[in-house]
């Protein structure tokens, strides 16, 4: 299985760690096919669910026969059905994203690696994408454990450089994606337009989201001193700054601020919410936080 | 701004000094050359900024922290270039002695608040006393006629304001040089012991020595300061005007001695010519009074005639109008004593001696006693007898003769020995040419003698019994003795003035009688014996020692102060007494068995003292009134202009600040993330 060609963003061991895991979602969706989860239809599998009247139509196959010798009326036997998710993760590749040590983008590819991973392992539909994609410009949809490759392959080709409001490539993403499903956004919301119109537009596209804030270590504790004249990386504009005890105090608190105001934001509106800190190994934040977040199991 | 300020650099420097903040300004607003730093989002901090715009001056004043310490580092530079200070009584040095003048003259009240100056100097070491850091120690010497220790070396604040509090002001002159070697006593030796244990003064400590004074004193002539670091500071002012009396005696006319007078001198100390009334009072009944004009800077004088039996207290007063300020009024008063005059009675006997008649025979003899003349002969007589052994007599001089009981009298042999066993020691025969070697120049009796030309054919020998005094000695030994004898004296000179020969006939026996000492001498003998009475004319010094001679057998006398407090005296010598608590000035009386025997009066009676001006230096041509310098050794003293002792600098202060400032700027810079 050639699953872990690029051991750069899958190690073999986390991928041993993953295959254990599954996407978990507490809405249940309706999938486009056979999978190994639980629909909410009635079908095939061999895990009965429920007895019905008979009605014209329904499949003479289904009729419990038994029951209708003891009782001469006709019942159909319903089983659970077993369908497929559909798995979106949405990586931010803006400019921003490409700082940190790992970058943040590297960490935001890694994560949504590792959460396609054990979507194929388990027969979901898997289909990753960036904020930069236009409306008509769709990822493969991935399935099944024969397409890690192509998943690794996809994913190791998202270039950091696309700059695109949050709530422009929000919207285009629910354009593009009309199935419903479980969404991972990874951003670090840094975007002077503000994050909260982007958001709303999963809320109305009523996927089961997660929002995955990746920041980086310089962003969450700067270490600058001195007369600085900060340049933002994506539209050029300047901060002059005199770095000074209550100013780094002052930082900080917006800063808190800013990510509370971010987790109240999605929490109010069932949106899962998560800081991932760069530094915070990817097996740990999957295996641990997003455990318990709900999002695996 | 002088006194605030003194300014060390010229115009030019300033300039240059002034464009220094000039061009730490421009460097501030042109240096603003950040850093660029590409950061992921300026979101956050464009929040941050604007968070910190909103909240305030003071992050502003903070973004501007290290502009200002550089302005302040450059301010208290130039600061410190001003040399700022203040004329304030400031203390430097760690052991102070306080010199405090309490003479008569610091009575004087012409100080601005119209104390005393005495009052004035102790305010102002009192002030100098609240100024004493808790390591430094300090003395005070008060000194009049004579210094006194008030307090030893302390740290101890409240024992040297007590002590300052017991100074009182006394009528004495003034006498710095005591008070100078007793400074000198505690500040020069190595080791002090004081009440807090031993201390040690080490070698190279300076003492600071602040003299408070009205300077009215001649320099101290051969003293060395040594370790004391004099600081002269004058109290009292240039314009002080004062009236005084310098004199009051009582004495007989010269035109009518039957007659006594009171002359009464006045001094005007001002520089305006002043009328005062002088009144005089006779055991305090106005006797007359006389209205003196007295010229700037001069006396004048009056007499006033006493009736001749008069006796008793005598006292002058001063009366200046009111307009006149007379700042020291210690001097408005004199007193004399009016001695119940009886003349002293000389008795000469003399078988004939023209030479030692006429030298008794002056006009000044005659004003000193009434001398009486008798031949040996009539020594038996019953009536000499009597007036020998009952104190008729003062003095009674045998002149070569000798009487065969010693007489209730001083007495003067001449060529003889006393008729008693204690003269008889020596040799009785007279030895021939002895050579005078040295004579007793102290003695009274020969004050201003000069017997070093005396030739001397023959003479006794004479050897005074215990107790007595050799006055003249001569290469055969003592010629002139003196002895006491109960409370009389015995002198007995050696040898005769005129001897007889053999034959009879007359022949000088020594060449004294040609020279000018003799009829001082006899003049001294009258002066001695029997004019002691009117020594009392002569002046008693407050604060000085009065001896007196009392006819009294008594050992224990009492003596009446002018404030009417008594004194017992226990007596050396019976008939002397020697008093010296004479601090305040009046008449003082001595009892003798509940009687008044003998008065006498202290008077200040010093030009220097009653003269209160301060002395002035005279200054070129600007006409400026400078307080005269003290001169103590070789060094001159000036005077401190009133009030500021010492000019306490601030630049070493502001100094220190700057560097601490300029420390604080370079941690700023380094460590500012944390500020």
């Not at chain 2, 003290?630 to 502001?654: F, H, N, T």
């Amino acid at each position: 299985m050639p699953v872990d060609r690029d051991s750069s963003l899958l190690s073999p061991e986390l991928l041993a760690q993953l295959e254990r895991l599954e996407l978990v979602t507490r809405k249940v969706f309706r999938g486009r096919m056979k999978g190994e989860r639980r629909s909410k239809r009635k079908g095939q599998s061999v895990e009965f669910a429920d007895f019905r009247n008979y009605v014209p139509g329904d499949d003479l196959r289904q009729l419990d026969w038994n029951l209708y010798a003891r009782l001469e009326k006709l019942i159909v036997k319903l089983f659970m059905e077993e369908e497929d998710l559909h798995f979106y993760a949405l990586v931010d590749a803006s400019m921003s994203m490409d700082f940190g040590r790992p970058t943040k983008l590297d960490y935001a590819k890694q994560l949504a690696a590792a959460l396609g991973f054990i979507g194929l392992i388990r027969a979901d539909r898997v289909r990753i994408e960036t904020l930069g994609q236009g409306v008509g410009e769709k990822s493969p949809i991935l399935r099944g454990r024969q397409s890690v490759w192509r998943l690794l392959q996809h994913v190791e080709a998202i270039e950091p450089g696309e700059s695109i409001s949050l709530s422009e490539g929000i919207k285009n993403f629910c354009l593009r994606n009309r199935g419903r499903g479980v969404v991972v956004f990874i951003s670090d919301l840094m975007d002077k337009g503000g994050y909260e119109s982007a958001l709303r537009y999963f809320v109305s596209h009523q996927v089961d989201c997660f929002v995955i804030q990746v920041l980086s270590q310089e962003e969450l504790e700067p270490d600058v001193k001195g007369d600085l004249k900060l340049v933002d990386c994506e539209d050029a504009d300047e901060a002059e700054i005199t770095v000074s005890a209550p100013l780094l105090s002052r930082y900080q608190q917006t800063l808190n601020a800013f990510v509370a105001g971010a987790q109240d934001f999605c929490t109010r509106r069932g949106m899962h919410y998560m800081l991932a800190n760069n530094q915070l190994p990817v097996e740990e934040l999957v295996a641990k936080h997003l455990r318990r977040r709900g999002l695996v199991r | 701004m002088d006194s605030l300020f003194r300014n060390t650099l010229g115009p030019a420097s300033w300039f240059l000094l002034s464009l220094i903040p000039l061009a730490l300004f421009a460097l501030y607003f042109l240096k603003l050359k950040r850093q660029p730093l590409e950061v992921p989002s300026t979101y956050l901090w464009h929040r941050v900024i604007e968070d910190l715009h909103v909240n305030s001056l003071w992050q502003r004043l903070r973004k501007s922290l290290l502009l200002f310490l550089q302005l302040l580092l450059l301010a208290l530079a130039m600061l410190a270039l001003l040399r700022p200070g203040w004329q304030g009584q400031a203390l430097e040095g760690q052991q102070f002695i306080f010199l405090i003048d309490k003479s008569a003259s610091m009575s004087a009240t012409d100080t601005v608040s119209g104390e005393s100056r005495l009052e004035e100097a102790k305010r102002r070491v009192e002030t100098l006393i609240d100024q004493l850091d808790s390591d430094m120690t300090a003395m005070i010497i008060a000194f009049a006629e004579q210094p006194e220790v008030v307090q030893e070396f302390t740290d101890n604040r409240r024992l040297l304001r007590e002590a300052l509090d017991r100074i009182e002001p006394t009528a004495s002159r003034t006498d710095l040089t005591g008070a100078l070697e007793l400074a000198d006593g505690f500040a020069n030796p190595r080791r002090l012991l004081t009440e807090e244990g031993e201390f040690e003064v080490s070698e190279q400590e300076q003492v600071e020595l602040y003299i408070f004074s009205d300077g009215r004193f001649r320099g101290v002539e051969g003293f060395s300061l040594g370790n004391l670091q004099p600081l002269y500071l004058p109290i009292g002012s240039f314009a002080a005007q004062n009236l005084a009396i310098t004199a009051l005696n009582a004495r007989r006319g010269e035109e009518r001695p039957d007659q006594q007078q009171a002359f009464v001198q006045v001094a005007n100390f001002g520089e305006q010519p002043q009328a005062t009334v002088v009144e005089l009072y006779l055991e305090d009944r106005l006797i007359d009074a006389v209205e003196l004009e007295v010229p700037a800077g001069d006396v004048a004088s009056t007499t006033f005639a006493l009736a001749e039996e008069a006796a008793g207290q005598l006292r002058a007063r001063l009366d200046p109008p009111q307009s006149f300020d007379d700042t020291l009024r210690l001097d408005n008063e004199a007193y004399a004593v009016l001695e119940d005059r009886r003349d002293a009675r000389v008795l000469l006997v003399t078988p004939g001696n023209t030479t030692l008649e006429s030298a008794l025979a002056t006009e000044r003899a005659n004003r000193l006693a009434k001398v009486e003349k008798m031949a040996p002969a009539e020594m038996e007589k019953p009536d000499y007898l009597l007036q020998s052994q009952s104190e008729v007599y003062d003095l009674i001089i045998y002149d070569q003769c000798v009487p065969q009981v010693m007489p209730l009298a001083s007495t003067l042999f001449v060529g003889r020995l006393p008729p008693t066993d204690l003269w008889k020691q020596a040799e009785a025969e007279p030895v021939f040419g002895p050579q005078i070697i040295d004579w007793e120049r102290g003695h009274p009796l020969l004050n201003l003698i000069e017997l070093g030309n005396v030739q001397i054919v023959d003479t006794l020998i004479t050897k005074p019994p215990l107790g007595g005094g050799v006055l003249v000695d001569s290469t055969k030994g003592p010629i002139f003795a003196i002895a006491p004898r109960d409370r009389y004296e015995d002198a007995v000179l050696g040898f005769e003035i005129v001897g007889h020969e053999e034959d009879g006939t007359r022949t000088y026996n020594t060449d004294w009688p040609r020279k000018h000492s003799f009829p001082t001498f006899w003049l001294n003998v009258l002066d001695y014996f029997a004019h002691e009475s009117s020594s009392a004319a002569t002046h008693n010094k407050p604060d000085l020692p009065v001896e007196l001679r009392i006819n009294s057998q008594e050992e224990t006398l009492t003596v009446e102060l002018p404030d009417s407090q008594r004194r017992e005296v226990q007596l050396e010598r019976v008939g002397r007494l020697a008093f010296h608590e004479t601090g305040q000035l009046g008449v003082y009386k001595v009892y003798s068995g509940g009687q008044v025997a003998k008065q006498f009066a202290v008077n200040l009676f010093d030009r220097e003292e009653s003269d209160v001006r301060l002395r002035v230096k005279q200054e070129g041509e600007d006409g400026v009134q400078v307080v005269d310098s003290l001169s103590i050794g070789y060094v001159d003293v000036a005077a401190q202009s009133p009030g500021s002792p010492v000019r306490r600098e601030l630049w070493k202060l502001l100094l220190a600040g700057a560097l601490v400032v300029l420390v604080f700027e370079w941690y700023i810079y380094n460590r500012r993330v944390y500020i």
